[in-house]
């Protein structure tokens, strides 16, 4: 029996698969901690997650200007990493000293918490909810929808890429390396150099890879880390559905502040003979701020994502991970909308593999939307490339795969 510690960003495009990890060390007789801040408080208690709460104070509300900023990473998500990272070099480190550990499994995401591993002589493996992130020559960083295929030329564009990639989270970096020297440990020059040398193991299935993306042999493929045991029991009208082909609408939990999409996507589905499901995210929105929507679609705060997918003919959405990974679960093709972080790299993934369309967010009208759905519906080459990778990722179970190869590496 071992003792694991568990770091992930607190939203729940992190928290979800690395409970479903927490979950399996738990059944095969491990312990495990979850080390967050307040914001993951609850939701580890009601998950019944094995919790230790990081304290800041005073936290970093804002960053200083200046920063770097992509199109399609900007300020919120960096101040998510930094703030993590400052929780984690001021809290982290004696907590995991308390806790007397015997290796950690760490979020990509999460740049300081290897470190903390690295100075306690303890073994770590990182932990990818997204496209791998990995600098290298034939992976273009997942900021962008071009899948990066070609010779020489695209392999400069991007090395170019990732180098710019990097560059953005220097000023955590450099943070990082603050406490690393004050440590005695050599410094960071790139984002490689905070993953595990052990393993980077992820939840997105080699089949959903880009197919000249090569990757060095520690950074693994499984499926995705989700044993639905923390899926809430949803009231949903399931009463109000007509029998119409179900389109399923969601642009996540995070950058779904606006109500103008949502509108422009149920003008361009109005006139389809198709019945449109919208999920809110549970966030922002409420059904109340999107009254008489043209067509009458079924809108609700937090959908039973898996129960409707499990009805719908297509999904529409902003190119999150897990939507994507049960949308393939569930063999339904995909128009994705990206709308920042690593949406553009999942998108360009569906594109790639046949499994659906993307169009960026800044082109949003309700005409590309309907003549890009009515594609999808009409080729039957987008269901059946769906179907087919159902069937391929169906018979795996990414939490298994991922702590059998942390076992194998901790024998």
Same mark, same amino acid.
């Given at each position: 029996?071992?003792?694991?510690g568990?770091?992930?960003?607190?939203?729940?495009?992190?928290?979800?698969?690395?409970?479903?990890?927490g979950r399996e060390?738990?059944?095969?007789?491990?312990?495990?901690?979850?080390?967050?801040?307040?914001?993951?408080?609850?939701?580890a208690?009601?998950?019944g997650?094995?919790?230790?709460e990081?304290?800041?104070?005073?936290?970093?509300?804002?960053?200083?200007q200046g920063r770097?900023?992509f199109?399609?990473?900007?300020?919120?998500?960096?101040n998510?990493?930094?703030?993590?990272?400052t929780?984690?070099?001021?809290?982290?480190?004696?907590?995991?000293?308390?806790?007397?550990l015997?290796?950690?499994?760490?979020?990509?995401?999460?740049?300081? %918490?290897?470190?903390v591993?690295?100075?306690?002589?303890?073994?770590?493996?990182?932990?990818?909810?997204?496209?791998?992130v990995?600098?290298? #020559?034939?992976?273009?960083?997942f900021i962008h929808?071009?899948?990066?295929?070609?010779?020489?030329?695209a392999? %400069?564009r991007?090395?170019?890429?990732?180098?710019?990639?990097?560059?953005?989270?220097?000023?955590?970096?450099?943070?990082?390396?603050?406490?690393?020297?004050?440590?005695g440990?050599?410094?960071?020059?790139?984002?490689?150099?905070?993953?595990?040398?052990?393993?980077?193991?992820t939840?997105?299935?080699?089949?959903?890879?880009?197919p000249?993306?090569?990757?060095? #042999?520690?950074v693994?493929?499984?499926?995705p880390f989700?044993d639905?045991?923390?899926?809430?029991?949803?009231?949903?009208?399931?009463d109000r559905l007509n029998?119409?082909?179900?389109?399923?609408l969601?642009?996540?939990?995070?950058?779904?502040?606006?109500?103008?999409?949502?509108?422009?996507?149920?003008?361009?589905l109005?006139?389809?003979?198709?019945?449109?499901?919208?999920?809110?995210g549970?966030?922002?929105?409420?059904?109340?701020?999107?009254?008489?929507?043209?067509?009458?679609?079924?809108?609700?705060?937090?959908? =039973?994502?898996?129960?409707?997918l499990?009805?719908?003919?297509?999904?529409?959405?902003?190119g999150g991970?897990?939507?994507?990974?049960?949308?393939?679960?569930?063999?339904?093709?995909?128009?994705?909308? =990206?709308?920042?972080d690593?949406? =553009?790299?999942?998108?360009?993934?569906?594109?790639?593999h046949?499994?659906?369309?993307?169009? =960026?967010?800044?082109?949003l009208?309700?005409?590309?939307v309907?003549?890009?759905?009515?594609?999808?519906?009409? !080729?039957?080459?987008? %269901?059946? !490339?769906?179907? %087919?990778?159902? #069937?391929?990722?169906l018979?795996?179970?990414?939490?298994?795969?991922?702590?059998?190869r942390?076992?194998?590496?901790?024998?």
């Amino acid at each position: 029996m071992a003792r694991f510690g568990i770091f992930c960003l607190p939203g729940r495009g992190h928290l979800y698969p690395a409970a479903a990890l927490g979950r399996e060390l738990e059944r095969r007789g491990h312990q495990y901690i979850l080390f967050n801040g307040i914001v993951a408080r609850a939701f580890a208690r009601t998950s019944g997650l094995s919790f230790r709460e990081l304290c800041l104070t005073p936290a970093p509300n804002e960053l200083p200007q200046g920063r770097p900023c992509f199109q399609h990473i900007g300020y919120e998500a960096l101040n998510a990493i930094e703030k993590h990272a400052t929780l984690i070099l001021r809290s982290g480190f004696e907590a995991v000293k308390e806790c007397r550990l015997d290796a950690l499994l760490v979020d990509q995401a999460d740049l300081a %918490s290897g470190s903390v591993a690295e100075v306690l002589g303890l073994p770590f493996v990182s932990l990818s909810f997204f496209p791998p992130v990995y600098l290298s #020559d034939t992976n273009p960083p997942f900021i962008h929808t071009w899948s990066g295929r070609g010779g020489a030329f695209a392999r %400069s564009r991007i090395r170019s890429s990732n180098a710019a990639f990097s560059r953005f989270f220097t000023p955590t970096l450099e943070m990082v390396n603050d406490f690393r020297l004050s440590h005695g440990l050599r410094r960071f020059f790139n984002l490689n150099d905070a993953f595990s040398n052990l393993s980077i193991i992820t939840q997105l299935p080699k089949v959903l890879e880009l197919p000249h993306v090569q990757m060095p #042999d520690h950074v693994q493929y499984t499926a995705p880390f989700d044993d639905g045991l923390l899926r809430r029991k949803l009231d949903f009208p399931w009463d109000r559905l007509n029998g119409l082909p179900v389109a399923y609408l969601t642009l996540g939990t995070v950058r779904n502040r606006q109500a103008a999409p949502f509108v422009t996507i149920a003008g361009a589905l109005a006139d389809l003979r198709i019945q449109l499901v919208i999920s809110l995210g549970g966030t922002y929105l409420s059904p109340d701020d999107l009254p008489n929507l043209p067509g009458d679609p079924i809108v609700v705060h937090y959908a =039973p994502q898996r129960d409707v997918l499990s009805r719908a003919t297509v999904t529409i959405f902003h190119g999150g991970m897990n939507t994507c990974l049960e949308s393939v679960a569930a063999g339904v093709p995909m128009l994705a909308i =990206p709308i920042a972080d690593d949406q =553009p790299g999942v998108a360009a993934r569906v594109r790639m593999h046949g499994l659906g369309e993307i169009l =960026p967010y800044r082109k949003l009208t309700k005409e590309r939307v309907r003549s890009l759905i009515s594609k999808i519906l009409l !080729n039957g080459e987008f %269901s059946a !490339n769906a179907k %087919s990778f159902q #069937d391929q990722i169906l018979v795996l179970s990414g939490a298994r795969l991922a702590i059998d190869r942390i076992e194998a590496l901790l024998r």
